[in-house]
């Protein structure tokens, strides 16, 4: 039994004993002020949720239990928490600007990380005034980050929310190995002005060194080989790696092992982001980050953002059972937002073993989806307001937007996401669609017969985040606060969210399919359908 277990079982019990509808709990006026916090102008509300004053305070045991401080401690002084891989997990030092050292292995990570970034900050600025150019001469204007998971999704999903801060190259991203992505990103730019950063932690994924020598090849073929060490940059952990490609050293921007793929948008890794926006506005994002930083690790559990949402989390995972979470920023530049925490949170926490390898006692992660709003409300909303499955959903909203002149979008853009929440909360009873359909004068055969369709259950949770404008400190806030989030679930259920081994199985079979694919033997213990498959898909002459 853990120190946990008891709790769990009180949460489920106080659940059933003194369960109330999120209408009848949100008709006591104080309930906002009672169930929302904020840091600063960033406001958590959760009061259209189920919790009460009593299983608040049964989760709030529940982190203390789980030692959910000790263990955060732990990660910020550097131990090596991800125990699986015996490294310490230290993305928190990437944007810590405080002068004290952090030793780790007898070096000062702190020092490393502070030259690392005004490396990037040189070659960075040399880019976007044009004191470096491509081997023609010419300044550059595209860059190209060739990356995945947390070699693309982060800085893919910054970039977009950015925009309003773009003063610099265009920036696009190739991920996939299909050839349709690299290909119909080259199409449009000219190879004289492009830049190419193979962003790869370990510079041997697959898909990462496939499109990085597609690039080479078309940066070759159009400029001569020597135009190599002009038109790339790579981020790495692996910088011998980085050598053999061919990128020079001047270029070569490494990072360290105790930074994770998911969490590495703080590192060189943001280069790409760093590029569109400038040194400087990539230092308000690191400050963002840092000042959540800081309230993860002072600010009492109750009044605790990353934890609070953490235990929302748990909650209607472990108590309520459900089994996923929609993420709807009502904001159209956190379009990669739910993308970028699919891999945060799925593969941070979609494990079924402790920490110490026995199974875990409960759910664990959720799935986590999502589409901005408000196209999500013309997408999937209609299951979300009358489906027989319960999603709870997050809501992102700015109090401003970055276009004053186009207020009318703003107001339009606050009203729905305010509407979905309150809709999803209150619901809507037989007698009142009976009601309404009366005072529109249909018969009441129609009536009887239209209004079940147009019964809404409601009791249907949400959370909302609402901040004033998506800054670049306020997206470094809103990650750091996500990426905490999933600290504190995975503390609580003992789980390592900082390895992946469910990776590896596919990339093995992928290895071993090839061969077959292009046209060699089948390997022996290959499935009868992956056979079928294999022969339906292989090429036929023409
Ligand atoms: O940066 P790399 O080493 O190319 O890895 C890319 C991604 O692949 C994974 O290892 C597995 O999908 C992720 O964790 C990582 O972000």
Redesign the pocket.
């Known amino acids: 039994m853990t120190a946990t277990q008891p709790l769990w079982h009180l949460l489920s019990t106080v659940r059933a004993a003194s369960r109330r509808s999120l209408r009848d709990l949100n008709a006591d006026p104080h309930r906002f002020a009672a169930f929302s916090r904020a840091q600063d102008d960033l406001l958590l509300d959760f009061s259209k949720t189920e919790l009460c004053a009593d299983s608040l305070a049964l989760l709030l045991r529940v982190a203390e239990a789980a030692g959910v401080g000790t263990l955060r401690d732990a990660m910020f002084a550097g131990d090596r928490i991800n125990v699986t891989e015996n490294r310490a997990v230290l993305h928190v030092a990437l944007r810590d600007r405080s002068a004290t050292p952090l030793m780790l292995d007898g070096v000062d990570v702190k020092a490393e990380i502070r030259t690392t970034l005004a490396q990037l900050s040189d070659f960075a600025t040399a880019i976007r005034t044009g004191h470096l150019t491509g081997a023609t001469g010419r300044a550059i204007t595209d860059v190209v980050n060739i ?5 693309d999704l982060g800085p893919a999903m910054a970039t977009l929310a950015l925009a309003p801060y773009h003063d610099g190259p265009r920036c696009h991203f190739v991920s996939n190995v299909d050839s349709a992505h690299i290909s119909d990103t080259l199409k449009p730019l000219d190879p004289a002005t492009t830049l190419v950063i193979v ?7 697959v898909e ?1 060194m496939c499109n990085a020598h597609t690039a080479r090849a078309w940066i070759t073929r159009a400029l001569g080989e020597d135009a190599v060490s002009a038109h790339f940059a790579a981020v790495s952990t692996a910088r011998d790696k980085i050598r053999e490609f061919g990128i020079t050293p001047e270029r070569a921007f490494g990072f360290w092992d105790w930074v ?3 969490y590495s948008l703080w590192s060189a890794i943001g280069l790409s982001v760093m590029l569109a926006i400038g040194p400087a506005r990539f230092r308000e994002l690191l400050a963002g980050a840092e000042a959540m930083d800081l309230h993860f690790r002072t600010a009492p559990f109750s009044e605790n953002l990353p934890v609070l949402l953490a235990l929302i989390g748990l909650w209607h995972r472990d108590v309520c059972d459900y089994s996923s979470r929609a993420v709807v920023p009502y904001d159209q530049r956190l379009a990669r937002l739910p993308a970028y925490l699919q ?1 945060l949170d799925m ?1 941070s926490n979609g494990k079924g073993v402790t920490r110490d390898g026995l199974p875990v006692a409960q759910p664990t992660g959720p799935i986590v989806w999502g589409e901005p709003g408000t196209n999500a409300q013309h997408a999937f909303f209609q299951l979300l307001h009358q489906g027989t499955e319960i999603v709870p959903v997050e809501f992102l909203i700015a109090a401003e937007g970055h276009e004053p002149e186009l207020k009318a979008h703003h107001d339009l853009l606050v009203a729905s996401c305010l509407a979905q929440s309150e809709a999803l909360m209150r619901g809507r009873t037989l007698e009142e669609a009976a009601a309404q359909l009366r005072a529109k004068g249909l018969p009441e055969a129609e009536v009887a017969a239209l209004a079940p369709h147009r019964v809404f259950p409601g009791d249907r949770p949400s959370v909302t985040l609402a901040y004033r404008r998506l800054d670049p400190y306020t997206l470094g806030r809103l990650i750091a606060l996500y990426e905490h989030r999933v600290f504190v679930e995975a503390a609580v259920w003992n789980i390592n969210a900082f390895d ?1 081994w469910g ?1 590896e199985l596919g990339k093995e079979l992928a290895t071993a399919f090839l061969p077959a694919v292009q046209g060699e033997a089948v390997p022996a213990d290959a499935s009868g359908s992956t056979r079928g498959l294999l022969a339906h898909l292989a090429p036929r002459p023409a």
């Open positions: 990356g995945i998971g947390g070699s962003a790869s932690k370990t510079f041997t994924t990462t994770g793929g998911r891999q593969e992946q990776v």
